[in-house]
Every structure is written in C-alpha cells, then in structure tokens.
Nanobody, 128 residues
Framework: QLQLVESGGGLVQPGGSLRLSCAVS????????IGWFRQAPGKEREGVSC????????NYADSVKGRFTISSDNAKNTVYLQMNSLKAEDTAVYYC?????????????????????WGKGTLVTVSP
C-alpha cells in the first residue's frame, strides 16, 4: 500500500531553518514525482517544490527559490525539504504528495488534485 509520512515540522523563529522528511513506502521513487505542497490558514493550497528522476529534475515556487532545497535518498525512499531563512509567511501545513510522472512547472502550478497520493501533513510555524 502506497504511503507518505511527513515529519520534521515544528515551531521556529524567523530566519531559522527546518528540514522536513517524507518517508515513502509502497513504491520506488524512480517512476514518481514527489511534491511538497502547503496550505496556510485561510489560503489555498499551493505547490512548493517537486523532485523526480532520482533528483535529476527539481522545481520550486518563486516564493521559496533560493531558500528551500529539495532532495531525495532513493536508498532510504525518503524525500527531504530543507527550509532556510524561514519567514512568517511560510507558516502552513506542509504535505508530501506523489503521482507518476516528472517534476515540472505544472506539477506546482496545476490543480493540486493532480497529485494522487497525499500524506497527512506536518505543521510548520514561523513565529518570534
């Protein structure tokens, strides 16, 4: 059974860092795109970053470029999102998602429901 489990969320001060992990089970990462999405209170869900092809393809939302880095460890079937220089506007529930295919701009900007599999989410709060 395909499963995505996020971890690593928490409370951090502005300017701080967190690393989110997504443990994937039930399928190998090779043929899937893994995406991180987030939803802040009162806002629509948005794509943050995606990765595929064993890390050969990555993409980022403009709002996180230069601050967030996505990576994968295929041996551990785990995807990471390193978040640096965090801002209050990064506060959200972060979801790990997956679907067959490749990471592209559309993965992040298209309808979120194109991602077939979702984890339960992990809360990131950026506050003094």
């Amino acid at each position: 059974q395909l499963q995505l489990v996020e971890s690593g969320g928490g409370l951090v001060q502005p300017g701080g860092s967190l690393r989110l992990s997504c443990a994937v089970s039930g399928f190998p990462l090779d043929n899937y795109v893994i995406g991180w999405f987030r939803q802040a209170p009162g806002k629509e869900r948005e794509g943050v970053s995606c990765i595929s092809n064993s890390g050969g393809l990555t993409n980022y939302a403009d709002s996180v470029k230069g601050r967030f880095t996505i990576s994968s460890d295929n041996a551990k079937n785990t995807v990471y999102l390193q978040m640096n220089s965090l801002k209050a506007e990064d506060t959200a529930v972060y979801y790990c998602t997956a679907t067959q295919g490749y990471c592209s701009d559309y993965t992040l900007t298209g309808p979120y429901y194109t991602m077939d599999y979702w984890g339960k989410g992990t809360l990131v709060t950026v506050s003094p």
